[in-house]
């Protein structure tokens, strides 16, 4: 994540994850397992695992110290026991089967073309709720750094935001969104500056001082204010949407030569 947004090592994870699109890795992995498991399930029916997933099926309710792991994904994710999904034979007909008798196995064909789509919509359904679960997980607890952000109505985050931007803009404005970015306020959080105080000596060097504040840019925040409005004079409006980015913030961004 640290290289595809090209923010600092120091950002949390939790704000790369939402900044990048990516789900955290124990929700890819609770994926990968669910349908795995899936998969399993649509087996043939005389695979020797139908034994073991009929036993789980049968454990999983009751009062036991050990499970194996597919008695424990079976009682972690009952959508996994929802429904009884159609099994698909590895094959349709012999290979030396004559052309003339394929209509012989037309019934095993349709059987596994329902037993595939009855698989596909399982796993469709396990992604979608591994979707929903992340993104409540972000409704719910957004990253401290992004709050203020991300209250505001109609302001992006994540590909949304930054598909539309130049890769070079992509990590001045993460930087900046998320209070990991190379200002005095920052740097000398970790003694690479001798003081957190600005240049212009009016105060620390914060992303709000930087951009709303800072003397030293009084000609660039001019034309700042001219093109993205004196309401849009707010640090969550100047890096909330990528339109007023690319319209704005990027220009003044390249003007001052600060970052």
Not at 92 to 119: F, G, M, S, V
Request: some cysteine; proline content about 6%; charged content about 20%.
């Amino acid at each position: 994540m640290k290289t595809v947004l090209g923010c600092y090592h120091t950002t949390s994870t939790a704000a790369m994850e939402l900044e990048s699109g990516l789900s955290p890795p124990w929700i890819r992995l609770q994926t990968k397992v669910q349908c795995s498991l899936t998969r399993l399930q649509s087996l043939k029916q005389n695979h020797p695992i139908h034994e073991f997933l009929a036993k789980g099926l049968r454990t999983r309710t009751a009062a036991v110290q050990h499970r194996s792991n597919i008695e424990n994904i079976l009682q972690q994710f009952p959508i996994t026991t929802i429904g009884t999904l159609s099994t698909i034979s590895p094959f349709t007909r012999p290979p030396w089967c004559p052309t003339a008798d394929i209509h012989l196995y037309a019934a095993t064909d349709q059987a596994n073309a329902k037993a595939y789509t009855e698989k596909q919509a399982r796993i469709k359904q396990i992604k979608t709720a591994a979707h929903e679960q992340w993104t409540n997980l972000n409704t719910m607890k957004p990253p401290s750094c992004l709050k203020r952000i991300l209250e505001r109505h109609g302001n992006q985050h994540g590909p949304q935001l930054y598909n539309e931007m130049p890769r070079n803009t992509c990590a001045k404005v993460i930087q900046l969104r998320t209070g990991h970015c190379g200002l005095n306020s920052y740097l000398n959080r970790f003694s690479l500056t001798d003081s957190p105080l600005c240049d212009c000596e009016a105060g620390p060097e914060t992303v709000e001082h930087f951009l709303l504040e800072c003397p030293l840019y009084r000609q660039q925040r001019t034309e700042l204010r001219n093109a993205a409005g004196t309401r849009n004079m707010r640090t969550d409006a100047l890096l909330g949407t990528s339109e007023i980015i690319i319209k704005c913030t990027e220009r003044f961004i390249t003007d001052t030569e600060r970052l």
